[in-house]
Every structure is written in structure tokens, then in C-alpha cells.
């Protein structure tokens, strides 16, 4: 188990993406960290992680309030004695052609998805950096890539996390903290089945492998980047899109 005595924070780990990889890193002997706003979820990921012989902690927060962040930093160093991964997987999208997109509804993208990843990323950056060890992995998007029509809010706070990771990776790897993403493209996941079946096919039109990507791709993805094997990669964006956006 290669996160045997390692400790992980995942956040928006409730479902789907988050809640792969954080299966996934509880199965190599990491110890999680599960962050969500939506508690009765994350307890049952919990459950079904100790059900397997792993040990996972649950923490409800709100990613956008750095007080929040701050306070479920602290309660896994305390529980836990260290952080050695932060995985920035939380985000949500609100969709709408740009002349019609409310205000709300960019800065509410903007909050979650790259203000959220600032805020968990300050909040474990010192004790680090004290370390002398920490990986750092934010979930970025094709999107944030490519652009994407009726997606203006979504792409800016996911080309945000590229820039963002970028710097920091410039900033810490003196003290042996890498800092990178992963750009999922087309995931199958809760979310993208609920899509009519002709905007499935036209996005399979477009994938050269001629498949969606699972969960499972992804996590692996972020598995190596927090591995050893990674140690001398930082600043860096891999795309997981099954040739999509090359």
C-alpha cells in the first residue's frame, strides 16, 4: 500500500469523483479526510470505508468560508497529526450562455470552485511546508482547456486552478510540495447520465476513444501525482479525456 501513515484530504468526497478517489487512496493505507457540505452522505462513505479495513474521518464544511477551512484543517491535524495530500475536488456548475448569466451565478462558480481551492490550499500550505513534504492535486476541467460554450463561469474558475497551481508550484517545491491538476474531459458519472441521450452521442462523436471516462480514470490519475513515482513533477496538467482535447 503505497499511503501506508499518509493523510488525506478530500473535498466535495460525497460522490462521484471525490468519492473515487478517496476510496481509492483509503485502499493504499491512506487515512481520509472526507469534506462535503452534505454530511449524511459523507458518514456513508465513511462507514463503507471502514467497512473495508480503512479509517476515514468526516467533515462538513463550506469550502468558500476560509474560517470553515481553516477549522477542518486543524481538526485533521489534530485527529490525524499531519497532512501529507489536499486533493481540491469540490465544485459545482450553474450553465447559461454568457448574456444571460446572472451574477449569482458566476460568482457563485468562482466561490466554490477556485475560492474554495484557495482557502483549502492556504489552510495546508504551512503545515507542509513544515514538513517538508505535501502533494497538492486540483481537479481543473476540459473546460478550463478548451472553453466550452454556455460554461463562461465553469472554464474561468477551472483555467483559475491551472494558473493558481502553477505559481504555487513555483513557490513550494523548494520545500518539497508539489502542486498539480488533473482536466477530466467527459466522466460518467450521476451527473452526465441524467443527459438526454443525444448530447451523449454528440460528446461520444467527439472522443476518439470512442468511450466516456470513469470515475476510476480519474482517481488513478491523482493516485500517481500524490505517489513517489510523481516526486519530481509539479506545475503540471494532466488531461484525462480519452483524446477529446489534445
Given at each position: 500500500?503505497i499511503?501506508?501513515?499518509r493523510?488525506?484530504i478530500?473535498?466535495?468526497a460525497?460522490?462521484?469523483i471525490?468519492?473515487?478517489?478517496a476510496?481509492?487512496?483509503?485502499?493504499?493505507?491512506?487515512?481520509?479526510a472526507?469534506?462535503?457540505?452534505?454530511?449524511d452522505?459523507l458518514?456513508?462513505v465513511?462507514?463503507?470505508?471502514?467497512?473495508?479495513?480503512g479509517?476515514?474521518m468526516?467533515?462538513?464544511?463550506?469550502?468558500?468560508?476560509?474560517?470553515?477551512?481553516?477549522?477542518?484543517v486543524?481538526?485533521?491535524?489534530?485527529?490525524?497529526?499531519?497532512?501529507?495530500?489536499?486533493v481540491?475536488n469540490?465544485?459545482i456548475?450553474?450553465?447559461?450562455l454568457?448574456?444571460?448569466?446572472k451574477?449569482?451565478?458566476?460568482d457563485?462558480?468562482l466561490?466554490v470552485?477556485?475560492?474554495?481551492?484557495?482557502?483549502?490550499?492556504k489552510?495546508v500550505?504551512?503545515?507542509m511546508?513544515q514538513?517538508?513534504y505535501g502533494?497538492?492535486?486540483?481537479?481543473s476541467?476540459?473546460?478550463?482547456?478548451?472553453?466550452?460554450?454556455g460554461?463562461a463561469?465553469y472554464?474561468?474558475s477551472?483555467?483559475?486552478l491551472?494558473?493558481?497551481?502553477?505559481?504555487?508550484a513555483?513557490?513550494?517545491?523548494?520545500?518539497?510540495?508539489?502542486v498539480?491538476?488533473?482536466?477530466?474531459?467527459?466522466?460518467?458519472?450521476a451527473?452526465?447520465?441524467?443527459?438526454p441521450?443525444?448530447?451523449?452521442n454528440?460528446?461520444?462523436?467527439v472522443?476518439?476513444?470512442?468511450?466516456?471516462?470513469?470515475p476510476?480514470?480519474?482517481?488513478?490519475a491523482?493516485?500517481f501525482?500524490c505517489?513517489?513515482d510523481a516526486?519530481?513533477?509539479?506545475?503540471?496538467?494532466?488531461?484525462?479525456?480519452?483524446?477529446m482535447?489534445?
Open positions: 500500500m499511503f501506508q501513515d493523510v488525506t478530500v473535498t466535495g460525497s460522490q462521484g471525490g468519492e473515487t478517489i476510496r481509492t487512496f483509503a485502499r493504499e493505507g491512506a487515512a481520509i472526507l469534506l462535503d457540505v452534505q454530511r452522505k458518514e456513508a465513511s462507514a463503507s470505508i471502514a467497512a473495508e479495513g479509517r476515514a468526516v467533515l462538513t464544511a463550506d469550502v468558500t468560508k476560509s474560517d470553515q477551512t481553516a477549522a477542518a486543524a481538526a485533521v491535524l489534530k485527529e490525524f497529526g499531519r497532512v501529507d495530500h489536499l481540491n469540490a465544485g456548475a450553474r450553465d447559461g454568457f448574456l444571460r448569466m451574477e449569482e451565478d458566476w457563485a462558480v466561490a470552485n477556485l475560492k474554495g481551492a484557495f482557502n483549502m490550499t489552510a500550505a504551512r503545515p511546508v514538513a517538508h502533494r497538492i492535486v486540483s481537479l476541467s476540459i473546460a478550463g482547456m478548451m472553453g466550452n460554450a460554461q463561469n472554464a474561468a477551472k483555467a483559475g491551472v494558473g493558481f497551481s502553477k505559481s504555487l513555483r513557490e513550494l517545491a523548494s520545500r518539497n510540495v508539489t498539480n491538476c488533473v482536466a477530466p474531459g467527459f466522466i460518467a458519472t451527473m452526465t447520465a441524467a443527459l441521450e443525444n448530447v451523449q454528440s460528446f461520444l462523436d472522443i476518439p476513444m470512442g468511450r466516456f471516462g470513469q476510476e480514470d480519474v482517481a488513478q491523482v493516485r501525482l505517489s513517489e516526486a519530481y513533477i509539479t506545475g503540471q496538467v494532466i488531461n484525462i479525456n480519452g483524446g482535447y489534445m
